[in-house]
């Protein structure tokens, strides 16, 4: 029942915003809310060009690449934090802080600092990942139910054993929190470092539209990377929903 009001709910809120977007711009007049026949030629126009090359395949390969990276190293580092107290005490509080600070603050330094590649986009999707992956990953690891482990000892689990079926075995569900918290926040990156550092991707693109005032090429991007955020998280839950199937009752 939830997951129906969800989707009404979804629905109700993207015809409210449509009806304001195509509607009420021309009926109050606003020049920045185009209305929907402008869209659609929009996209056909957008589509016979270059629009998918060079900037909406540039974008979901940096970010599925950087997300990939940052997702298994960010487990590799969150079971290595969570095994080792000293690494625990001495890594934590520092990835606790670089986690809290906003994208939109550390992408332009790091822009500056690494230069203007498209390497430095796929690493700083990677490294926001790997923050919201290694925390949530060492965080549950390290405070595995006591029984589980106690159990794992009176079955003569060696180390390896502990530490896949016990302790990461035992946490899956908390692990795919912070992937999909990573998910989001490579989108994120992914367009916020392609407006400042390069001229291809949709991050580049709406930026390029807002400056010529080509509106109706904004709204199109928007729409895309709506559509594509939905689509790599339907394709997350389907993978979440496989892996974690014995967990959903």
Do not use: C
């Not at 926001?128 to 690891?141: E, F, R, S, Y």
């Not at 689990?157 to 569900?173: A, D």
């Amino acid at each position: 029942m939830s997951k129906r009001l969800a989707l009404q709910a979804l629905a109700i809120a993207a015809g409210v915003a449509a009806a304001i977007v195509f509607l009420g711009g021309p009926v109050a007049g606003n020049p920045f809310l185009n209305p929907a026949w402008e869209l659609w030629n929009t996209i056909g126009r957008e589509l016979d060009g270059e629009f998918l090359g060079r900037h909406m395949l540039a974008t979901m390969k940096t970010g599925i690449l950087g997300y990939l990276l940052g997702s298994a190293s960010g487990i590799v580092l969150g079971i290595v934090i969570s095994l080792t107290n000293f690494l625990s005490q001495a890594l934590y509080p520092v990835l606790i802080w670089a986690r809290a600070t906003p994208s939109a603050a550390i992408v332009p330094v790091a822009i500056a600092m690494l230069g203007f590649h498209s390497s430095t986009i796929v690493f700083l999707v990677a490294a926001t990942t790997m923050l919201n992956v290694a925390v949530t990953t060492g965080l549950a690891l390290a405070q595995t139910n006591k029984s589980y482990l106690d159990v794992a000892q009176v079955y003569r689990f060696n180390p390896l054993q502990r530490l896949l079926v016990v302790r990461f075995g035992s946490n899956l569900k908390v692990v795919f929190i912070g992937l999909h918290a990573g998910l989001q926040s490579a989108i994120g990156v992914t367009l916020l470092a392609e407006a400042l550092s390069s001229d291809t991707g949709l991050g580049a693109y709406i930026l390029f539209s807002l400056r010529t005032f080509r509106l109706d090429n904004l709204w199109f991007a928007l729409v895309v990377i709506g559509l594509m955020g939905l689509t790599f998280n339907a394709i997350f839950h389907f993978l979440e929903s496989r892996v974690l199937g014995f967990s959903h009752g």
